[in-house]
């Protein structure tokens, strides 16, 4: 049926959505569309059997070249969750998930594979270096949309590439092994809040690339998430970018990525085993 999605599309889009004819009903898609991401947890344990169970949906995951270069490090050890969740007090769910997960991308395999079969070849290169990203980011998507479907909430946490070489050092990475992110995993405690994407005109192309309205799409965005749920309260760092008379999603991210995150990651990259260069 045609509108069988329509409140699943208000929630995620605050839009109507015509998809333009009949589409099957999927009870799953709806869970899809309605997910979010949970920071806090019950105390209701997760079993060590359900966590290999996610694992092994994580790494069902479509894989580059079938070259499988994606790790996850279970994170079981009280001691060294407590100095990584230490390295970052904003973020408390670190600390407090039942159970914390880091998915990890892996060029050193393909690397000692080739040794194995005499076949050395350096994976360093700005390829491997992303073909492995990209295999953990699916794996740990699967991972995430494997817990939701049974209930559980997650939160994928990159901060972790903040403190990259402290953080690496708690978790023991060798060279050519990376974070792309952590993964917090328990029973939601509350039941969070969806939230909302940008239109689809703003991010599917037909045929060609074409942002020419993009200005308009924002600003409609912008309007409907902040009738939703506004955050003019907290402008980000008003002394040095002023207070903005309308505070909405486009602005918040405009001061957020003036203030960008990640550095010292690629100098650290280099430092273990990635050139990064062309292969
Ligand atoms: C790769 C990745 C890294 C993220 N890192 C963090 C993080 O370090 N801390 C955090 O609280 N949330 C983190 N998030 C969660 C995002 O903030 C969240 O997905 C986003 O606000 C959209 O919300 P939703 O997932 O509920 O739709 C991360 C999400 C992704 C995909």
């Not at 004819?21 to 947890?41: C, K, N």
């Not at 914390?100 to 080739?114: E, K, N, S, T, Y």
Request: charged share 25%.
């Amino acid at each position: 049926m045609t509108d069988a999605y329509e409140n699943e599309m208000r929630a995620r889009f605050g839009l109507d959505v015509a998809l333009g004819g009949e589409v099957p009903d999927s009870p799953w898609l709806r869970q899809v569309l309605m997910r979010r991401t949970q920071r806090r947890y019950s105390d209701r344990a997760v079993p060590d059997a359900l966590v290999r169970l996610l694992l092994a949906a994580a790494f069902s995951a479509s894989s580059k070249s079938d070259f499988q270069q994606a790790s996850a490090l279970w994170l079981k050890d009280r001691g060294r969750r407590d100095r990584l969740a230490a390295l970052f007090p904003e973020m408390p769910w670190i600390g407090a998930a039942p159970v914390f997960l880091v998915f990890l991308g892996d060029a050193r395999r393909l690397d000692r594979i080739g040794g194995l079969r005499g076949k050395k070849q350096d994976n360093g290169a700005l390829e491997g270096f992303f073909n492995a990203t990209v295999d953990a980011a699916l794996a740990l998507q699967s991972c995430i949309l494997a817990a939701e479907t049974l209930g559980l909430g997650t939160c994928p946490i990159s901060v972790l590439r903040n403190h990259i070489a402290a953080a690496a050092e708690i978790l023991e990475l060798p060279d050519k092994v990376f974070p792309v992110a952590g993964l917090c995993l328990g029973y939601p405690a509350q039941q969070g809040f969806i939230s909302m994407r940008l239109p689809l005109e703003a991010t599917v192309h037909v045929d060609r690339y074409d942002d020419s309205r993009l200005a308009e799409a924002i600003d409609g965005y912008d309007r409907r998430r902040d009738a939703r749920h506004s955050i003019k309260d907290r402008q980000r760092d008003p002394a040095r970018f002023g207070s903005a008379e309308f505070y909405g999603w486009s602005e918040d991210k405009a001061r957020q990525a003036a203030m960008p995150e990640g550095a010292g990651f690629a100098t650290w990259l280099k430092a273990h085993g990635f050139t990064l260069d062309e292969p």
